[in-house]
């Protein structure tokens, strides 16, 4: 993988409207398009909340949420009006193309599913003009099992899906492609059995998941931005080890995702941000940078997640 990294340090984010008791972290950034509901070009900032004991092991501990913030400097302000997300967490989003010619905004959050017995993660997906028009009670689908899924739409209306299974040859988490002709294909429960995985340049005891994906028209390459992790001991089931996630990008040609071996370039990592005064969620989590992205190729702050416990942003 290639380490350069550029010289500028990010800062971290005050946000507002949340308990004492409470984090914010792993934000998803969304430009909004024209709508009657918000004016386009605002920047809103969808971000996991919850309280600093949340314990996705522990039903009764358990409370994450996704709410949605306006910045205004270093503050993250909610935004009125707008839904939150119960018992949701690490939200994206992307803009599609609608068959009616219009924006249509492509949301998604990880949820555990209790009811059959052991908990099972799922990626729900929403659908809706803008974020105040998102239902949270009503996903339009579900891809069962699996976290860190991203779509991005190809100029012909196709979607590109990045996957991320983690058992088999994928163990402990790898990124697949599959393109699709529509939103209708994720409905189907084979759509994503079986994906192909993509060939990356590092050890086999690395995980990598995509955090937001982008078409590049001019270059018809894509364009990811992604996380790359580490466990102390190689072991993730291991819960008492330390972890380590940093924040890289890749490109991949659509046409030909899995004729070269890909080598992902660093963002950023956790020494780039100021150290974590208070709320901590605990040592293992002290080396821990997420990804969340820019909303846009045009867009030159890239937003993370620091600790599992806070905000920040960093210049591209």
């Known amino acids: 993988m290639e380490e350069t990294v550029n010289n500028k340090k990010g800062h971290l984010l ?23 509901k918000i004016a386009s070009g605002v920047n809103i900032v969808a971000a996991r909340v919850e309280n600093l004991n ?13 709410m949605f913030f306006t910045r205004q400097d270093d ?17 994206w989003a992307t803009w599609l193309i609608g068959k009616d010619g ?32 998102l239902n949270p ?26 996957t991320r299974p983690i058992s088999g040859e994928a163990y402990p988490g790898r990124i697949g492609l599959k393109i699709i002709d529509s ?10 059995r079986n994906v192909k995985l993509l060939k990356f340049n590092f050890n086999s005891f690395y995980k990598i998941g995509a955090n937001e994906a982008f078409y590049i028209e001019k270059t018809e390459f894509l364009h990811v ?13 291991d819960l008492s080890r330390y972890i380590h996630y940093a924040g890289y990008e890749f490109k991949v040609n659509p046409k030909s995702p899995f004729n070269n071996a890909i080598t992902p370039s660093l963002i950023a990592k ?30 030159k702050e890239y937003f993370v997640g620091i600790e599992d416990s806070r905000i920040g942003i960093i210049n591209l």
Not at 14 to 36: L, R, S
Not at 75 to 91: G, K, M, S
């Open 14 to 36: 005050k946000v507002q409207g949340i308990g004492a008791d409470e984090i914010a972290y792993n934000p998803a950034v969304i430009v909004q398009k024209n709508t009657n």
């Open 54 to 66: 949340s314990n996705w092991l522990d039903p009764k501990l358990y409370d994450p949420h996704i």
């Open 75 to 91: 503050l993250l302000v909610p935004i009125p009006n707008t839904p939150i997300f119960y018992q949701y967490e690490d939200p």
């Open 102 to 133: 219009k924006p249509q905004l492509l949301f998604g959050g990880v949820k555990v599913d209790r009811n059959y017995g052991s908990p099972i993660i799922t990626t729900q997906l929403h659908l809706a003009p803008s974020v105040q028009e």
């Open 137 to 162: 009670d009503h996903p339009f689908a579900e891809i069962r099992g699996m976290k860190d899924v991203r779509f991005t739409q190809l100029p012909n209306g196709q979607l590109v899906v990045l």
């Open 183 to 192: 939103l209708d294909d994720i409905k189907n429960p084979e759509t994503f």
């Open 225 to 237: 931005f992604c996380h790359i992790a580490t466990v102390d001991g190689n072991n993730f089931d």
């Open 270 to 299: 956790r020494s780039d941000f100021p150290e974590n005064t208070k709320n901590s969620k605990g040592s293992r989590f002290n080396d821990v940078l997420f990804p969340g992205g820019t909303g846009g190729l045009d867009q």
